[in-house]
């Protein structure tokens, strides 16, 4: 199995998505002895946010590419294959302000490719991403799965419905929540965990 791995926190060895992340990948591996692991680190190697070359160049055809124009495609290719090489996905996903790190966002938008990762038939979109298992480990400081809170939480709707288009429906969450009340942070992780039930072709040996 192929992991990919990604980080979108910078908090390191403090940051609890990084721990659930860790904690999800280690069951994938106990299930599946000699899988891989590829970690793409976005708080420490950011992709570029969505800026004009990266624009210009995908409506540009490669050869006629600048130099500029052909570092942009670089991210966005470097991105889409690695999601491609991967059997299994998981997203470190803290909840900043409601949504995700911008960091992560600017990871989505390499993602997205007209003709590569999505197209249109007859009107409708059609995601060319298929055949993955999506790990969504995400980490709040209060409870946002229910209650007066959940209406905030722009994290997990999102990503399952950017990465539904592309082709990738079979996202499950794990949530860590509560990392900052008192009496709920300290059990938080371990229940988080104790939630994930692998599904049959992942926990396959």
């Not at 800026?51 to 540009?60: P, W």
């Not at 942009?72 to 294959?81: E, G, Q, V």
């Not at 966002?105 to 997205?112: G, I, T, Y």
Request: with cysteine; glycine share 8%.
């Amino acid at each position: 199995m192929n992991i990919l791995n990604i980080v979108s926190s910078p908090r390191g060895d403090q940051s609890f998505s990084i721990k659930l992340a860790d904690g999800i990948i280690s069951k994938l591996q106990e299930a599946n002895p000699g899988s891989t692991i590829t970690t793409r680190d976005l708080a420490t190697n950011p992709f570029p946010h969505l800026e004009a070359a990266k624009l210009q160049s995908l409506f540009t055809p490669a050869p006629d590419r600048t130099p500029e124009q052909q570092a942009a495609a670089k991210h966005s290719d470097d991105a889409i294959a690695e999601v491609q090489a991967a059997d299994v996905v998981v997203i470190g996903a803290p909840l900043y302000n409601f949504g995700i790190p911008s960091v992560l966002k600017a990871w989505v938008d390499h993602l997205c490719r007209a003709g590569i990762t999505f197209k249109y038939v007859d009107g409708q979109p059609q995601g060319l991403i298929k055949g993955k298992k999506v790990y969504v480990a995400m980490s709040s400081g209060g409870i946002y799965s229910e209650g007066p809170a959940a209406s905030y939480d722009f994290v997990a709707p999102y990503l399952q419905a950017v990465l539904g288009f592309l082709g990738m429906t079979d996202v499950t969450v794990v949530r860590v929540e509560g990392v900052s009340i008192p009496g709920v942070q300290d059990t938080a992780l371990e229940k988080a965990l104790a939630t994930l039930q692998l599904e049959p072709a992942d926990a396959a040996v």
